[in-house]
């Protein structure tokens, strides 16, 4: 058959298509190598504390216990402020509020040089999950409002590729950082001061860099514009924003009285359980199972982070190819525990690293298709609150991951207890992945 006898509905679906890649390939280009920058910094704020207490611990005389409690404290200051900050989005806007945040959890980064002991420890690191608290859903939702639900698990995914890839990058400079000694300072405060100043200039930049809605895109052309402001309207039907504070509070309990809701959150809930107790322990574990010398353990930090980096990717687009979510999540919940079981048995610096390394791949390789899943079951100004809850919710994990690994270490010295708590936190979240809703029609997740 010729090309001029195809059925004028296939022609129309191939042009579709043509349009629809090369837009999204657009997106991808023009949106995500920012955004991706913006999060190396924001997770490098967060996960540099792992090499600062390779000397905080013995210049500040603090216990195991302190230090896991100090690194999960980030995380209750992201639960208090998550929601307020994510209201306080939609009147501002994405652009300017996530300026005005990345500049002040630069300025509290660099202000950890003031720490002296535990309840300073723990104050700084309480401010910066406060003022963090909006970044992450603010960039969500962002991604919600510029990507077709097509591409929104492989969008997430790239994004958050950046957690790996700041440990990457951020490794081996943490612990070079920490050989830095001069002007009264010592080398972990030198690794705050010096790591908090790219938020700071980042923060200024998102101003100039970032458009607030696909509308303002000049970038894009007008068919182009059209085909993505078509796509996106066709998922947010009859989509009205809250309006003052009772219809806000109306939004509010709307999402904390549907199930899907919570089963999201407990899904989520051993995302930064297992992701940040394994980040925030894995330098100390490889000190406390070898000789390596601070350079040398930053070097080693590299390889866990970079296979997560290109496995959470592969498995993003494999979930977006197939267009099935739950159980890509719950398939990397189920892996990353039996990693988990894995360290807990090892008694050498390969199986316990190996083990943790695993943990981590599996446990940021449910991200995409997870905010891809919970996205898809949001609408409205139902969408932000809900992406708030849950995140603020589950973060949570956050804190006890570290927590539990560093009361378990000053409890026997040793990590097996406290990795299978955390495993079994992990099966819990694949079955939860499991029971959600398969439905996609639902104004808030329900």
Partial sequence: MRSTDLPEVTVEKIVDQDLEALVVSR???????????????AYLDRINVSFAILQMRTQLHLSDS???????????????FQIPSNLALEKVGVRRWIAMLMIVWGLVSCMMIFIRGPVSFYSFR??????????????????????????????????????PLAGVFGS????????????????????????GLPAILLGVAVLGVLYEWPQEASWLTEPQRNWLLGELASEQTNEQPARGFLQKSAVLWQVLTTGNMWLL??????????????????????????????????????????????VMVLVSRHSDRTGERRWHVAICAFLAAASLGLAASGRSVFVVVGGMSLAM???????????????????????????AVINSLANLGGYFGPWILGLVRSANGGFASGLLAIAAVLVISGVAALRVSPSRTSAAPR
């Fill in 66 to 80: 302190a230090y896991g409690r100090a690194a999960g404290m980030f995380f209750a200051g992201y639960l208090i």
């Fill in 172 to 195: 081996p400079i943490s612990g070079g950082l920490l050989g830095l000694h001069g002007k009264g300072l010592e080398g972990w405060q030198w690794l705050f001061l010096i790591e």
């Fill in 27 to 41: 997106l991808m280009w023009r949106l995500l190598p920012f955004l991706f920058l913006l999060y190396i910094v």
């Fill in 126 to 163: 309480f401010l910066l999950g406060a003022a963090e608290a909006g970044f992450f859903p603010g960039i969500i939702l962002y991604l919600k409002r510029w990507f077709p639900v097509g591409a929104r698990a492989r969008a997430v995914a790239w994004f958050m590729a950046a957690n």
């Fill in 265 to 310: 959150t407990l899904t989520f809930f051993a995302v930064p359980t297992c992701m940040y107790g394994v980040t925030l322990w894995l330098p100390s574990t490889i000190r406390s199972l070898s000789l390596l010398s601070d350079q040398a353990i930053g070097a080693v930090s590299t390889v866990p982070y970079l296979l997560t980096a290109v």
């Fill in 361 to 387: 791949i599996g446990a940021e390789s449910m991200l995409g298709p997870f905010w891809a899943m919970a996205t898809s079951r949001m609408k409205g100004s139902s969408a932000a609150v809900a992406i």
